[in-house]
Every structure is written in C-alpha cells, then in structure tokens.
C-alpha cells in the first residue's frame, strides 16, 4: 500500500534554529505540495512541485522558507531561522492527476509536527 | 483568487444523514473535491465533482451545482468513525488547491 511518508513526525525546537522537513512522495505521482496547518488559518499551501519544478510558492515566507526536491523520492522544506509563529502541522502531499481534464487527487503524508519554542 | 466557504461544526446522530455545505468563488474553476481528516491525522481524499449531478461512493455522496457555486457532501448512515473534520477543496489550476477552513462533523450516539 503506496504511502507518502514524512519525517520527522515530531519536532520541538528553539527560535532561531534551521529545521528540516523530509517528504517521500508515492512512486509515480509527478507532483508534490506542501502545507501548512494551523488552527487560526487552515490548510494553507505553501509550495507545489511538478516533475521536481517548482511551479508555485507564492504562500510561503521567502525570506525564511525554502522548498527543493533534489530527486524524484525527496522533497524538503527548510525554515531558517525558524520562529514561534512557525509552529504547525506541515503536510507533504503528493499527487496523481484524476481524468484528462481533472485536478490531480492528493495523497498527504501523516505531517510534521512543529513547535518553535 | 480561490475562496470557499463551510460550517464550522455540525453535529449528527448516528444512523442519520448529514449534509455539509460548500459555496465557493473562484477565478477559473476546476470542479470540487472533499478531503477527510480525522484528529490528529492526514487529510484523506474522499471525492472529486468535474461536472454537475451526484457522485456516489458507498455512503458518500459529493454533488456540485457550477451555476450556482455550490456543493455539498452527503453522508448517510452515519457511524461514530465519522466523526471528523470535512474539507472541500476547488482547484484555480488542476494541479493547485485551495481548501475551505472544514467542517468539524461530531456523530453523537
């Protein structure tokens, strides 16, 4: 059972700090996102990937916030340096086109949990 | 821009029928698609509408109105395992989404 997997599932960390958020997407899905959640703001899209481009991170904070994918299997996001208001849960999703003219059905990995101290 | 509006809460009997609402605006529209996230968990794809008229899946049924900017999710039989949080989701581009705030559906006995 193809699953996107994400690590780590927990992180606590200091204000100021570089965190590391590792996603593997299920094999074969083309394109990958990543989220934000919190409960003031939902689920917000930070950043999507097709075929390892990025193609939109307009909802990310650039001057803190990087997302990669250096190979089909890794994508990455980075905070650095992280602050309290980071804190969250960060979704990877990654995601398979449904029809010729549909969106594409997104497959989330369990999360990241964040807490920025 | 992408904005897409639910309740809050709703609340439902087991064994009932529940519907939970979604209007949207969009520029550029994509058809509607419903994720669930129970506590602590993943969003988990539940349904996608392209056109107008009812999907069916099991006790899940998705419809969508394009004229009216509307949509609903339909759950019948409800059971305790329901209990969740309901996102619908419209895409401005077919590989983007932008998700409503979700519907915290609770199943009382």
């Known amino acids: 059972d193809a699953r996107v997997t994400q690590t780590p599932r927990d992180k606590v960390t200091e204000m100021g700090q570089e965190v590391t958020m590792r996603c593997q997407p299920i094999?074969?899905?083309?394109?990958v996102f990543w989220y934000r959640q919190t409960m003031k703001q939902g689920l917000e899209l930070l950043a999507y990937?097709?075929?390892?481009?990025?193609?939109?991170d307009s909802g990310m904070p650039k001057d803190r916030f990087s997302a990669e994918m250096p190979d089909a299997t890794l994508a990455t996001l980075k905070i650095q340096p992280s602050e309290p208001r980071d804190s969250a849960v960060y979704f990877c999703?990654?995601?398979?086109?449904?029809?010729?003219?549909?969106?594409?059905?997104?497959?989330f990995g369990p999360g990241t949990r964040l807490l920025v101290l | 821009g992408q904005s897409l509006e639910q309740p809050s809460e709703v609340t439902a009997v087991e064994g009932a029928i529940v519907q939970i609402n979604c209007t949207y605006q969009?520029?550029?529209?994509?058809?509607l698609s419903w994720y669930q996230q129970h506590d602590g968990g993943a969003p988990t794809f539940l349904s996608y509408?392209?056109?107008?008229g009812l999907e069916e899946t099991g006790r899940f049924s998705s419809f969508l109105s394009r004229s009216d900017s509307y949509g609903y999710l339909l759950l019948q039989e409800l059971q305790m395992k329901d209990s969740a949080s309901y996102f619908c989701?419209?895409?401005?581009?077919?590989?983007?989404?932008?998700f409503g705030k979700g519907t915290k559906l609770s199943v009382i006995p």
């Open positions: 999703a990654s995601g398979l086109r449904t029809g010729l003219a549909g969106v594409v059905t997104q497959y």
């Open positions: 094999l074969g899905h083309n394109t």
């Open positions: 990937f097709r075929n390892r481009a990025p193609l939109d």
């Open positions: 969009t520029s550029g529209f994509y058809g």
């Open positions: 509408n392209a056109l107008d």
């Open positions: 989701a419209s895409g401005a581009g077919s590989y983007q989404l932008t």
